[in-house]
């Protein structure tokens, strides 16, 4: 082809046109009466078009992307409105939802009087013309309706079929799916043109690399894309609105928007028919190519300024821009100039390896999962992200992050790598102290449970100390004085204990460690249990205790009866707290019931002082009384009201209160049960008969534990007596092992129903018995319980992960003990009536012992006189020389025997009754355990001992 000819070539640009008007930068100013139809309206709904790139398109992570996406958020911006996208399938869905009127836009399209059926269309967002693709080979088109036998292909939907099935009745029409395989169709031949717009064209032949096709012709100007907004029809206010936005956008806007997406131009050569014939031929042929060299000109400048903004955006990215081959090395042909201030290399040095290949910048362990990555990503189809450290020319290592993508040539080999590496030191800075902060804030955590653990043990020990010892005090003869200051002592005794479980309890509310039980739940037992604890506090202020329950709530649910009966306490004793005069009702309803749930309502109303509404907003926060006047009238903490809305959370259910300063409160709290299926017993039957079921008069009750085989696993014989009493009158057959190694012998020997286990014992002790019984199949399910003086909460959480079912605190109560025992296991034989001991019978011959209580410990233990004045003989026996032990292991430095020979009088001496040895022996205990010095521990040591030998000379006496 000559100059001429190819200066006389078809050259189209790129261009974004749009009729001219208003401009504004400032948001649009719509009337009262415009947003309030925005208002009535509801949600802008917009179904775009997802496979239109660069128009419209979704990419893999959901995004609506492309020209049309900017335009439409510039809109949002000057209307200050907000659009919803509903995502089609494609775009035959997109006109179905439209049709359907379940979105209100299309927002990118032409308008044609097929559509103009159901929508109103908004001035043009975008002005691009339409050209005619084909292949290489294909002649310029002049004129399309002269040609003949030749197919073009088009997506299924668009306005231009309808124009052309029109205007080109010679072309034969064919579809494919989306925009990639038109073009893809006319590079493989299926067709042998298509017609689409010059910005769709020039954006899908450079990104899918398809150079064997060419622009060969425009389209007449009535196929130019006018793209517009189509609103339904029946909303022309909204398209009014839209047009007010549209006319702010400004040309150069536009070019942003369009250059941002495809900022390409194309020029292809044409096949020309020279004319021939006539001088005015010829004149025009000069005319036109003079023409054209002008346009050519123009051209070329555009192409430059292109490569100028390439250039510019390479340069500003932050980090470093890279073209390398895929080789051993990571030889790299390109390198932007943010090389220097990343690695410390100048561009130059990295080139083609001269100063040094990228490869030895990477750390040499990270060599192998960096090729794997990329192995991978070619394999997926996927760019490769990587973040690694790399060694900068000074030595240092930073942290970058790498995203690049294979780059293939014709024949389908990997050609080079492209892609993007920036600096990430910062972000790996702040992520490494993120850890370091959350590791810290754990250790913070840990050392806070450690110390409330610790803090617990430390207090509760000289509290029942305090509180055991006052209460002998009590007992004995006092001046009045006297009597007041003690019982003024143990009043406050008993708060600060209070104080402690409710620290204890928000602690673990808090950590999340506090969980729900869901076993089965009387509630008339509960009420009963609240009534007892708070029945002689309201008869004291003259104040009346009123129950009201709703005939369909049932009496056995399942939950948690203790945090219910927690939740209760509280606030049932804040009314009677708060409350000087009048009534206190505890009303219970039936809220709704189904099959799988019940959920119950409380109300506790009182007639007492009332709050303010701005009291009410910090009722539930924790440490926080609603007036400081309250705290030294009627004393608390704050804990109890912020417990328990917390405890109502957790049973599902939320609290509310209701009141008036100066006309009592109503506290309000729902809690989700489960249906108990064993029983239909209604709450209100239950509970109006146990005010008029007689009371029995026989000193004779049922045995409960008849026929039931228990194992005792205990190394003190004194222990052994107390436990195998209470046993024995439950009615239950009792072996004996004095440690875990024998408990294992006689199962071996003999089943049982349960085991009842302690955790320190010479030659094996509980926890290790228990995981070898756990360890065999046939004991997988007896229930284990154990029964120590190892009460905290770590030592029971010890006792669960071995395999325990459950855990008893000694001194261990009769009722105590069988409560547990029967939550675990269900007595085979028919019971019997045995003789039942009064706890109030005569008691003397029985020596008087300093601090015991005879008449408690004889009603505790449900035993005969006699039968404890043998149990103070096997004490004398078997206790008389355990402080000389503990002092001989001191003496040798052996604290674990010292500590175990104080656990086990602590127990023991708990379950007799004597206190004050207990008390002491469990101060001694936990100075060992938590390493104390040892003048602390001679000095509670030689407390013990006096103690001890008052109790052992008292016993000696006896006949």
Same mark, same amino acid.
């Given at each position: 082809?000559?100059?001429?000819?190819r200066?006389?070539?078809?050259?189209?640009?790129?261009?974004c046109?749009?009729?001219?008007g208003?401009?504004?930068?400032?948001?649009?100013?719509l009337t009262?009466?415009?947003?309030?139809?925005l208002d009535?309206?509801?949600?802008?709904?917009v179904?775009?078009?997802?496979?239109?790139?660069?128009?419209e398109?979704?990419?893999?992570?959901?995004?609506?992307?492309?020209?049309?996406?900017?335009?439409?958020?510039?809109?949002?911006?000057?209307?200050?409105?907000?659009?919803?996208y509903?995502?089609?399938?494609?775009?035959?869905?997109? $006109?179905?939802?439209? %049709?359907s009127?379940?979105v209100l836009?299309l927002?990118?399209?032409?308008?044609?009087?097929?559509?103009?059926?159901?929508?109103?269309?908004?001035?043009p967002?975008?002005?691009?013309?339409?050209v005619?693709?084909?292949?290489?080979?294909?002649p310029?088109?002049?004129d399309?309706? &002269?040609?003949?036998?030749?197919?073009?292909?088009?997506?299924p939907?668009?306005s231009?079929?309808?124009?052309?099935?029109q205007?080109?009745?010679?072309?034969t =029409?064919?579809?494919?799916?989306?925009?990639?395989?038109?073009?893809?169709?006319v590079?493989?031949r299926?067709?042998?043109?298509?017609?689409?717009?010059?910005?769709?064209?020039?954006?899908?032949?450079?990104?899918? /690399?398809?150079?064997?096709?060419?622009?060969?012709?425009?389209?007449?100007?009535q196929?130019?894309?006018?793209?517009?907004?189509?609103? $339904?029809?029946?909303?022309?206010?909204?398209?009014? !609105?839209?047009?007010?936005?549209?006319?702010?956008?400004?040309?150069?806007?536009?070019?942003?928007?369009v250059?941002?997406?495809?900022? !390409?131009?194309?020029?292809q050569?044409?096949?020309?028919?020279?004319?021939?014939?006539?001088?005015? /031929?010829? @004149?025009?042929?000069?005319?036109? /190519?003079?023409?054209?060299?002008?346009?050519?000109?123009?051209?070329?400048?555009?192409?430059?300024?292109?490569?100028?903004?390439?250039?510019?955006?390479?340069t500003?990215?932050?980090?470093?821009?890279?073209?390398?081959?895929?080789?051993?090395?990571?030889?790299?042909?390109? =390198?932007?100039?943010?090389?220097? #201030?990343?690695?410390?290399?100048?561009?130059?040095?990295?080139?083609?390896?001269?100063?040094?290949p990228?490869?030895d910048?990477?750390?040499?362990?990270?060599?192998?999962?960096i090729?794997?990555?990329?192995?991978?990503?070619?394999?997926?189809?996927?760019?490769a992200?990587?973040?690694?450290?790399? !060694?900068?020319?000074?030595?240092?290592?930073?942290?970058v992050?790498?995203?690049?993508?294979?780059?293939?040539?014709?024949?389908g080999?990997v050609?080079?790598?492209?892609g993007?590496?920036?600096?990430?030191?910062?972000?790996?800075?702040?992520e490494?102290q993120? %850890?370091r902060?959350?590791?810290?804030?754990?250790?913070?955590?840990?050392?806070?449970?450690?110390?409330l653990?610790?803090?617990?043990?430390?207090?509760r020990?000289?509290?029942?100390?305090?509180?055991g010892?006052?209460?002998?005090?009590? %007992? *004995?003869?006092?001046?009045?004085?006297?009597?007041?200051?003690?019982?003024?002592?143990?009043?406050?005794?008993?708060?600060?204990?209070?104080?402690?479980?409710?620290?204890?309890?928000?602690?673990? !509310?808090?950590?999340?460690?506090?969980?729900?039980?869901?076993?089965?739940?009387d509630?008339?037992?509960?009420?009963?249990?609240?009534?007892?604890?708070?029945a002689?506090?309201?008869?004291?202020k003259?104040?009346?205790?009123?129950?009201?329950?709703?005939?369909?709530?049932?009496?056995m649910?399942?939950?948690?009866?203790m945090?219910?009966?927690?939740v209760?306490?509280?606030?049932?004793?804040?009314?009677?707290?708060?409350? %000087?005069?009048?009534?206190?009702?505890?009303?219970?309803?039936?809220?709704?019931?189904?099959?799988?749930?019940?959920?119950?309502?409380?109300?506790?109303?009182?007639?007492?002082?009332?709050?303010?509404?701005?009291? #009410?907003?910090?009722?539930?926060?924790?440490?926080?009384?609603?007036?400081? &006047?309250?705290?030294?009238?009627?004393?608390?903490?704050?804990l109890?009201?912020?417990?328990?809305?917390?405890l109502?959370?957790?049973?599902? /259910?939320? @609290?509310?209160?209701?009141?008036?300063?100066?006309?009592?409160?109503?506290?309000?709290?729902?809690v989700?049960?489960?249906?108990?299926?064993?029983?239909?017993?209604?709450?209100?039957?239950?509970?109006?008969?146990r005010?008029?079921?007689?009371?029995? *008069?026989?000193?004779?009750?049922?045995?409960?534990? =008849?026929?039931?085989?228990?194992?005792?696993?205990e190394d003190?014989?004194l222990?052994?007596?107390?436990?195998?009493?209470?046993?024995?009158?439950?009615?239950a057959?009792?072996?004996?092992?004095?440690?875990?190694g024998e408990?294992?012998?006689?199962?071996?020997?003999?089943?049982?129903?349960a085991?009842?286990?302690?955790?320190?014992?010479?030659?094996?002790?509980?926890i290790?018995a228990?995981?070898?019984?756990?360890?065999?199949?046939?004991?997988?399910?007896?229930?284990?319980i154990?029964?120590?003086?190892?009460?905290?909460?770590?030592?029971?959480?010890?006792?669960?992960?071995?395999?325990?079912?459950d855990?008893?605190?000694?001194?261990?109560?009769?009722?105590?003990?069988?409560?547990?025992?029967?939550?675990?296991?269900?007595?085979?034989?028919?019971?019997?009536?045995?003789?039942?001991?009064?706890?109030?019978?005569?008691?003397?011959?029985?020596?008087?012992?300093?601090? =015991?209580?005879?008449?408690?410990?004889l009603?505790?233990?449900?035993?005969?006189?006699?039968?404890y004045?043998?149990?103070?003989?096997i004490?004398?026996d078997?206790?008389?020389?355990?402080?000389?032990?503990?002092?001989?292991?001191?003496e040798?430095?052996?604290?674990?025997?010292?500590s175990?020979?104080?656990?086990?009088?602590?127990?023991?001496?708990?379950?007799m009754?004597i206190?004050?040895v207990?008390?002491l022996?469990?101060?001694?205990?936990?100075? $060992?355990?938590?390493?104390?010095?040892?003048?602390?521990?001679?000095?509670?040591?030689?407390?013990?001992?006096?103690?001890?030998?008052?109790?052992?000379?008292? @016993?000696?006496n006896?006949?």
């Amino acid at each position: 082809m000559n100059p001429l000819a190819r200066n006389l070539c078809c050259l189209f640009i790129l261009f974004c046109l749009v009729h001219p008007g208003t401009s504004l930068a400032a948001p649009v100013k719509l009337t009262s009466a415009e947003r309030a139809y925005l208002d009535a309206l509801g949600p802008i709904t917009v179904a775009p078009d997802p496979d239109w790139p660069p128009f419209e398109y979704m990419d893999e992570d959901g995004n609506f992307l492309g020209i049309a996406a900017d335009l439409l958020a510039l809109l949002e911006k000057r209307l200050k409105i907000e659009f919803t996208y509903v995502i089609p399938r494609d775009w035959e869905e997109a $006109l179905e939802l439209s %049709q359907s009127s379940e979105v209100l836009i299309l927002p990118f399209l032409n308008q044609t009087p097929a559509r103009e059926e159901w929508l109103t269309f908004t001035k043009p967002l975008l002005v691009d013309p339409n050209v005619f693709v084909t292949r290489e080979e294909h002649p310029f088109i002049v004129d399309a309706t &002269t040609l003949t036998g030749e197919t073009i292909v088009l997506p299924p939907g668009t306005s231009i079929e309808e124009r052309v099935l029109q205007d080109f009745p010679n072309l034969t =029409v064919i579809h494919v799916p989306s925009e990639d395989e038109v073009f893809a169709a006319v590079s493989d031949r299926q067709a042998d043109m298509t017609l689409r717009s010059l910005t769709i064209a020039a954006y899908t032949i450079r990104k899918e /690399g398809l150079f064997n096709l060419k622009i060969a012709g425009q389209a007449p100007e009535q196929y130019t894309n006018h793209l517009r907004m189509g609103v $339904l029809k029946s909303e022309p206010k909204l398209r009014d !609105i839209l047009d007010k936005g549209i006319a702010t956008i400004t040309h150069r806007e536009r070019e942003e928007i369009v250059n941002r997406h495809v900022n !390409i131009t194309l020029v292809q050569p044409i096949n020309y028919r020279l004319i021939q014939g006539t001088g005015a /031929g010829v @004149i025009l042929l000069l005319v036109i /190519g003079l023409y054209w060299n002008l346009r050519l000109k123009k051209l070329n400048q555009n192409l430059l300024e292109s490569e100028r903004s390439k250039s510019l955006l390479i340069t500003n990215l932050p980090g470093m821009v890279y073209r390398c081959r895929y080789d051993y090395y990571w030889t790299m042909e390109f =390198v932007s100039e943010g090389c220097k #201030q990343l690695t410390g290399y100048a561009p130059e040095d990295l080139l083609h390896n001269r100063t040094i290949p990228f490869r030895d910048l990477i750390c040499p362990e990270d060599h192998h999962w960096i090729e794997h990555s990329w192995e991978e990503a070619r394999r997926k189809g996927t760019p490769a992200v990587l973040e690694y450290p790399l !060694i900068t020319a000074d030595g240092s290592t930073r942290w970058v992050f790498e995203q690049g993508d294979f780059v293939y040539d014709s024949k389908g080999q990997v050609a080079a790598l492209e892609g993007l590496i920036i600096d990430i030191s910062q972000r790996k800075l702040l992520e490494q102290q993120l %850890q370091r902060a959350k590791e810290e804030a754990e250790s913070a955590n840990a050392a806070k449970s450690e110390f409330l653990a610790n803090m617990s043990h430390e207090i509760r020990t000289p509290m029942n100390a305090v509180l055991g010892l006052t209460h002998l005090c009590l %007992q *004995t003869e006092l001046s009045v004085e006297q009597r007041n200051l003690l019982t003024k002592s143990y009043t406050a005794a008993e708060s600060l204990l209070q104080i402690l479980n409710d620290i204890l309890d928000l602690s673990k !509310i808090e950590a999340g460690k506090l969980e729900m039980e869901w076993v089965s739940c009387d509630l008339c037992d509960v009420l009963n249990r609240l009534y007892g604890l708070l029945a002689f506090r309201a008869e004291e202020k003259g104040l009346q205790l009123e129950t009201q329950i709703d005939p369909q709530v049932p009496r056995m649910v399942v939950g948690d009866p203790m945090r219910l009966g927690q939740v209760l306490l509280n606030l049932v004793g804040n009314a009677v707290k708060f409350t %000087q005069k009048g009534t206190i009702t505890l009303a219970v309803e039936l809220s709704h019931q189904t099959c799988d749930e019940t959920v119950l309502r409380f109300r506790v109303a009182d007639t007492g002082i009332g709050m303010t509404a701005h009291q #009410q907003e910090q009722l539930f926060e924790s440490f926080t009384q609603t007036d400081a &006047t309250i705290s030294r009238q009627f004393g608390g903490t704050g804990l109890g009201l912020a417990i328990s809305r917390r405890l109502v959370a957790l049973m599902g /259910g939320d @609290i509310t209160v209701q009141s008036q300063s100066g006309h009592g409160s109503v506290f309000a709290f729902t809690v989700h049960f489960r249906p108990n299926q064993t029983s239909t017993d209604s709450l209100h039957n239950s509970w109006s008969q146990r005010s008029t079921e007689a009371q029995p *008069t026989t000193d004779y009750q049922i045995s409960p534990l =008849v026929g039931c085989n228990i194992l005792l696993v205990e190394d003190m014989a004194l222990n052994q007596e107390v436990a195998r009493g209470m046993l024995s009158k439950m009615g239950a057959n009792v072996a004996i092992a004095n440690h875990g190694g024998e408990a294992l012998q006689k199962l071996e020997e003999d089943s049982f129903d349960a085991i009842l286990m302690d955790m320190r014992m010479p030659e094996m002790d509980g926890i290790t018995a228990t995981r070898h019984i756990r360890g065999n199949n046939r004991w997988q399910h007896l229930p284990i319980i154990a029964m120590t003086a190892n009460a905290m909460a770590g030592d029971v959480k010890l006792c669960l992960e071995a395999g325990m079912n459950d855990h008893i605190a000694k001194p261990v109560f009769a009722q105590q003990l069988l409560r547990v025992l029967l939550k675990w296991i269900k007595p085979q034989a028919t019971p019997l009536e045995i003789k039942h001991f009064n706890s109030f019978q005569d008691v003397a011959g029985l020596p008087l012992l300093p601090g =015991v209580n005879i008449e408690q410990v004889l009603a505790d233990l449900d035993m005969e006189p006699s039968e404890y004045l043998e149990l103070l003989k096997i004490y004398r026996d078997t206790q008389s020389l355990v402080v000389d032990h503990i002092s001989s292991a001191l003496e040798q430095g052996d604290a674990d025997t010292a500590s175990r020979l104080a656990h086990s009088l602590r127990g023991t001496s708990a379950n007799m009754g004597i206190t004050e040895v207990s008390c002491l022996a469990e101060i001694i205990e936990s100075q $060992l355990r938590s390493g104390a010095d040892i003048v602390n521990v001679e000095k509670s040591l030689r407390q013990l001992e006096r103690a001890h030998t008052q109790i052992l000379a008292i @016993i000696n006496n006896l006949q």
